[in-house]
């Protein structure tokens, strides 16, 4: 039988500047994990169906947030940074036995907004950079 769990105890952490993971969750309110992978075509002439190969996997992550100075500087910190960042990611939190993916990053984009009668947020943009483990916190 399905476990289900409620999103509001997902984890996310990334290191800052200075390479350190660091849990930035209580500021965010949404955490997107795309991942797919490429299929390349191999149908030649003569066929009547097309047929593929499976070739590199491309997974990424989007977070939204409520805008916080401490998170800001953080973030601001790995913005185009040429190093690779660390990263972790708990879908359902952090119990143990959860599901969480590890791995690494680059910041691509950061944005902060505000509007009239808005609160201040922000969002930020990963491209993951090699393989993405998947275990359980322990």
Known sequence: MPTFRHGKSA???????????????????????PREAETLETTSFGSSDRSYVVGFKNQTISIEGSFDATVDAHLAGILGQEASVSFEYGPEGSTSTFTK????????SYETSAGV???????????????VTRGAYA
């Open 101 to 108: 993916y590890t791995g690494e990053c680059l910041m691509t």
């Open 117 to 131: 009668g808005d609160i201040v947020s922000y969002s930020a943009e990963f491209q993951i950079t090699g393989a």
């Open 11 to 33: 984890v996310f952490k990334v290191d800052n500047s200075g390479g350190t993971l660091t849990d930035i969750s209580n500021t965010l309110n949404s955490v997107s994990f």
